[in-house]
């Protein structure tokens, strides 16, 4: 009984502590960096900061969806998707390091609210719970999309990571479909929405 509790503590001391790994290429490092001003340089940083703590997110509300889902397929795709998001965990941090930036102060904060979010997900039935992960995904790419509008042109390095971390993120969204994702009510993807806002705006400042 206490594996569980003891594997997911030690996963979320990994997420908000300990530097992060990837076992992927880390998207635009061949790319010489970029003369920005102090700034672009401090926007980009902000930005990168942003995107950090959202993986942060992403850690606990995938911890929180396995330990409640029952179906085992279900369980071994939120894993999958759980181990890319660690990779854009590991390509933020670098990124955010590169750009003489830090990350999130409240990342603790974040992640207890979205560990607290996956379980609750989950304890509502599989299909249910695959819809909150299908309709995050969605506006983690909306998100996503946004800040490559916001990122300053010549930042390669940042522009590439963001937009290899939305490809991942759509296919994400398309497995959770595919298992049998139930669409979320509007008023409580209104309410995600509202909760993503707060987090993102800040996360931009602490």
């Not at 369980?75 to 941090?93: I, P, Q, S, V």
């Amino acid at each position: 009984m206490l594996d569980p509790v003891i594997i997911g503590f030690d996963r979320a001391l990994r997420t908000l502590f300990a530097t992060s790994s990837t076992t992927r290429r880390v998207p635009g490092e061949e790319c010489p960096e970029p003369a920005l001003s102090l700034n672009e340089r401090a926007h980009a940083g902000a930005l990168m900061r942003i995107n950090h703590a959202g993986e942060v997110c992403a850690q606990a509300l995938y911890q929180g969806q396995a330990i409640t889902c029952r179906d085992p397929a279900i369980r071994r795709a939120l894993e999958t998707a759980a181990y890319e998001e660690t990779e854009h965990l590991a390509w933020t941090e670098q990124r955010i390091d590169e750009l003489g930036a830090r990350k999130s102060l409240l990342n603790p904060l974040w992640y207890l609210g979205a560990l607290s979010l996956g379980v609750f997900a989950g304890k509502l039935g599989d299909a249910t719970n695959l819809g909150f992960l299908a309709a995050t995904e969605r506006q983690v790419e909306a998100h996503l999309n946004h800040h490559l509008s916001e990122l300053p042109v010549d930042d390669v390095k940042s522009r590439a990571i963001v937009h290899q971390m939305k490809l991942d993120e759509i296919s994400h969204a398309e497995t959770a479909v595919r298992l049998g994702a139930r669409e979320l009510p509007p008023q409580v993807v209104a309410v995600m929405r509202l909760a993503a806002g707060l987090m993102t705006r800040t996360a931009y400042y602490v």
